[in-house]
């Protein structure tokens, strides 16, 4: 089923049990909880998802997600263009006891229909692939007046918090 149209729900089961998988790109405008993180939403996801059944017969899906975006520098509040990417190893459950069971390299799919929406589980896994703190790697934090604020913080003297002991000390 590689590089058809995207299916907007499946049967995550049956794709594992068939071997399925699915690559191509989605337009980044497709993930609308993901872009309202954003700046924009020009651009794609490329996406690549394999559904398999393992040694423990357990169902899974595994993939990867590249994407660039941007955001907004949270140190000179312009835009930085990011690198998301995403691996994944999701086990496909029915329920929370049965995903409290899954080996630790399986992050739960809980799918408690026949059938799941695959883009909102897309869009989880680049959500919490975004970092917490975009920053440019190299930027400097203007004052109002368009200087840095290093330069503007060397121009200051060095004070002395007890300063004010000092002179408390001197008007008695």
């Known amino acids: 089923m590689s590089n058809q149209a995207f299916p907007a729900k499946i049967n995550p089961r049956k794709w594992a049990e068939k071997g399925s998988s699915w690559t191509g790109d989605l337009p980044l ?31 899974f899906v595994r993939g990867d997600l590249h994407a660039q ?40 799919l809980i799918v408690s229909d026949e059938f799941v929406e695959m883009l909102p589980v897309l869009e989880d896994e680049l959500i919490i692939s975004l970092p917490l703190v975009p920053l440019h790697e190299d930027c400097e934090v203007k004052t109002e007046y368009g200087e840095a604020v290093e330069e503007v913080l060397d121009e200051r003297p060095a004070s002395n918090p007890f300063d004010v002991l000092t002179q408390l000390k001197l008007k008695k």
């Open 29 to 59: 405008s497709h993930f609308t909880r993901l872009v309202e993180s954003l700046q924009g939403s020009a651009g794609v996801v490329k996406v690549s998802m394999e559904f398999d059944v393992d040694e423990e017969r357990i169902r």
């Open 69 to 108: 975006v941007e955001m907004t520098c949270q140190r000179c509040l312009e835009s930085v263009k990011l690198a998301v990417e995403s691996n994944f190893s999701l086990g496909i459950v029915w329920h929370d006891e049965a995903a409290a069971n899954l080996p630790s390299h399986y992050d739960p």
